[in-house]
């Protein structure tokens, strides 16, 4: 395989379970051989070494360059042995393992198969699909009509999943409809405002205009009305007043996950680690819990975790809210992706890493957000991680997960009430995110929104695993048969944080089974 760029020297090196210095990536690509040059240092490379560093491919090439020029250098030493020399002086020890020279990650003094990062892994049994992923794909300019274009689109998508439910009739055809009729419709939520009398009034809006619905506050469907957000849509049935200009609802329906959902399986035993919010970057990320995971991840323990799914916030960012930067370890945005470059080339090379972005992260903060730039993505060069759009559906060995990142939380915890979703319990908010359909239904809000030539928030595709992040709670359960997994944070509270009444729980990695869909959690701190 050429190996004429960093990347793809990345990956070699993971095929062959090793890690590098990011600049001993470069140095290895700027040779004039580089395949050459990546033979030559791993041959010379210390036994208990799972990386490369700068210093010993600086080594690798200098000899190299000196047997090129003078066959019969000084010391009459070998290139090999000049870069065995050079290794022992200036080897570091693997960042994986966290161990010092002569120490062993695991019991009895040995480091195993395992921690050198061939975990005797096929990869060939591997299979996974990406859908929903509109990075490259942005056509909205912000004109009137791209807002009427994703609004249409996803009133379209959301009533088809309504119109077997109920008998449907436009709202110009229920305008026309005599006083006292039965009649159904499907809308979109554009008000809700309660009467002098205590009751709820819901205006509803198709493609065709908008019609009052009255819900009673004595009927048990009152409850649901505090459920609704704005831009939902919903199905209501009922019957029309006397003069036909109101109809009273007798029955209110979401779009939902249908009760009957079978979540799909892998077949083979293999796990997922759930991660999100590292933070790097922060003075408060959590680098000593971040080891500890990544040295558990060569462990024989963990030798079924073949893929890496992280939802985003993988920095702190930049000017993310006020006087951030008086709370940050690196200041400059590229620096920090660098540095989680390297954290995560701790992960064992034949791991499988897909991410989405955050609100912290270098992209557009309206949803969708599109993956990295090509400039960030030259720097995010380990293992080959990909990174798709937030949110995406990552189909990992049949097993359906929904990636999204997860700011509507916010705003879904702030209007409906604390029995419905809470920060305490995060996956309740998702349950309400899964019943109506869309991971950020309410425009105009805390959630910033883009209008594209479709609605990439809507949830066409019922999911096995809902995976959110944002809030750094840890909190998960299952809905109609739908894992909705909140996975936390690596990162300690912060100042900000303490000023919100934000206590995070930090330091923890869902490890999910895909073949039963269990899970457990591990803690790290």
């Known amino acids: 395989m050429p190996l004429e760029t960093p990347a793809r020297i990345v990956s070699e090196l993971a095929s062959r379970g090793y890690n590098a210095e990011r600049e001993a990536v470069t140095r290895i690509a700027d040779a004039p051989d580089p395949a050459a040059t990546l033979d030559r240092a791993l041959e010379t490379v210390p036994d208990d070494a799972l990386k490369l560093t700068t210093d010993h491919v600086d080594s690798v090439i200098e000899a190299t360059e000196t047997a090129r020029s003078d066959p019969k250098a000084e010391s009459g030493s070998t290139p090999a042995s000049q ?32 921690t050198e990062g061939s975990r005797d892994v096929d990869t060939s049994l591997r299979a996974i699909e990406v859908a929903n992923d509109m990075t490259g794909q942005s056509t909205g300019t912000g004109e009137y009509s791209d807002f009427v274009t994703v609004f249409r689109d996803r009133y379209e998508k959301l009533a088809s999943k309504l119109r077997g439910r109920v008998n449907h009739r436009p709202t110009d055809a229920i305008e026309s409809m005599a006083g006292g009729s039965e009649a159904a419709l499907i809308g979109m939520v554009s008000d809700i405002r309660s009467t002098a009398s205590g009751h709820w009034l819901v205006e509803l809006e198709d493609t065709n205009g908008t019609f009052p619905c009255l819900v009673m506050k004595d009927r048990p469907i009152a409850d649901l009305v505090q459920q609704l957000l704005m831009d939902e849509v919903i199905a209501v049935e009922g019957t029309l007043a006397d003069d036909a200009g109101i109809l009273f609802v007798d029955s209110l329906h979401f779009p939902d996950v249908p009760r009957t959902h079978k979540p799909s399986t892998a077949d083979r035993h293999v796990q997922a680690a759930l991660i999100s919010d590292v933070h790097v970057g922060s003075q408060e990320f959590m680098e000593d819990a971040w080891r500890r995971f990544t040295d558990w991840l060569h462990t024989p323990e963990a030798e079924h975790v073949e893929y890496l799914l992280i939802a985003g916030d993988m920095v702190e960012g930049v000017g993310v809210y006020p006087e951030q930067d008086k709370e940050l370890d690196i200041i400059d945005i590229y620096d920090q992706y660098e540095a989680f470059s390297e954290y995560l080339k701790e992960v064992p090379g034949d791991m499988e890493i897909r991410m989405i972005p955050g609100n912290h992260d270098a992209v557009r903060l309206a949803e969708p957000q599109p993956g990295f730039d090509e400039e960030l993505r030259d720097i995010m060069t380990a293992h080959d991680a990909q990174v798709h ?3 995406a559906l990552i189909t990992v060995e049949g097993v359906t997960v929904l990636m999204y990142h997860g700011v509507s939380l916010d705003e879904v915890i702030a209007e409906l009430p604390d029995e419905e979703a809470n920060y305490d319990e995060p996956h309740k908010a998702m ?24 609605d990439y928030l809507v949830m066409e595709e019922v999911p096995d695993v809902f995976h ?19 996975s936390g944070c690596w990162q300690a509270q912060t100042d900000f944080q303490k000023s919100v009444n934000i206590d995070p729980d930090a330091g923890f990695a869902p490890i999910l089974d895909l073949d039963t869909l269990d899970m457990t959690v591990r803690k790290f701190t």
């Open 83 to 114: 870069a065995d020399a050079a290794a022992s002086a200036d080897h570091d020890p693997s960042v994986s393992t966290g161990t010092t020279p002569g120490s062993s990650a695991v019991e009895g003094g040995t480091v195993p198969h395992e």
């Open 431 to 454: 349950y309400q995110l899964l019943k109506k359909r869309h991971v950020a239904p309410q425009y105009g809000g805390h959630t910033r929104l883009a209008p594209e030539d479709r």
């Open 389 to 391: 759009s937030n949110p």
């Open 468 to 486: 959110t992040g944002h809030v750094h709670k840890i909190g998960w359960g299952e809905y109609h048969n739908v894992l909705a997994l909140n």
